[in-house]
């Protein structure tokens, strides 16, 4: 089936440092994608996304990239500060109706002070 | 703007006891989400419902769950009886008819004992 999935579940970065956490896709049909932002006890929240007719979306300290060659996203957070500590979830969404996300399962990004 | 409203927050049962979530969507989004989210794992869709009516509930256990929309504003998720490995976060999310973010909120965090 289906499956979004991530390489690391842990990273751990030095605050200033810059920050890059990688997610592989299957689903090749897949139109867009979403990178959320989870701290602890809170829901998802929103960070970036990106649609399959573009390779490079740019926000505020965050970046992602997409290729499609390899079904491989990354989202980029520069200058990484304590507040970005949390889990980040990169989301995809099939063609098929209903707008469905499909979630990996997360990698936890540690700032060390 | 208010975002995704959820209660109670958190909830304690016993197995074979039923138990009943709320949400409200962010003020004009005709699209609603359920998903449940175990621990150390993704979000996973239950439900979406699309004004009053069911998009997709193909991953919701219907011999347990159900949930309802009834005049396309805030929703109900019922679980009846519950069972150990249902214990998790039961997070609602809303986005507008046109657009495919989905804005969540911060979730029901449930332990069954």
């Known amino acids: 089936g289906e499956s979004v999935g991530l390489h690391l579940p842990t990273l751990s970065v030095q605050e200033g440092d810059n920050s890059i956490i990688n997610c592989a896709y299957s689903?090749?049909?897949?139109?867009?994608f979403i990178w959320y932002k989870q701290e602890s006890g809170k829901g998802p929240q929103f960070i970036i996304d990106?649609?399959?007719?573009?390779d490079k979306r740019q926000g505020q300290r965050v970046t992602v990239l997409l290729n499609k060659t390899v079904k491989h996203l990354s989202l980029q957070i520069a200058a990484t500060q304590p507040g970005d500590s949390a889990v980040y979830f990169c989301?995809?969404?099939?063609?098929?109706?209903?707008?469905?996300?499909?979630f990996g399962t997360g990698t936890q990004l540690k700032v060390e002070l | 703007e208010a975002g995704v409203a959820q209660s109670p927050r958190y909830k304690i049962i016993e197995k074979r006891q039923s138990v009943a979530f709320w949400c409200n969507p962010i003020?004009?989004?005709?699209?609603l989400y359920w998903y449940q989210q175990i621990l150390g794992q993704g979000p996973k869709l239950l439900i979406q419902f699309q004004n009053n009516g069911v998009v997709d509930d193909s991953q919701l256990p219907k011999d347990r769950f159900s949930a309802e929309r009834l005049k396309g504003v805030d929703s109900t998720l019922k679980i009846q009886p519950a069972k150990l490995e249902d214990s998790a976060v039961y997070l609602c999310?809303?986005?507008?008819?046109?657009?495919?973010?989905?804005?969540f909120g911060p979730g029901t965090r449930l332990l069954v004992l």
């Open positions: 990106i649609r399959s007719n573009m």
């Open positions: 989301a995809e969404k099939g063609t098929g109706g209903g707008n469905k996300l499909t």
């Open positions: 689903n090749s049909a897949s139109d867009y």
């Open positions: 003020s004009g989004h005709a699209t």
């Open positions: 999310a809303s986005s507008s008819l046109a657009g495919e973010t989905q804005y």
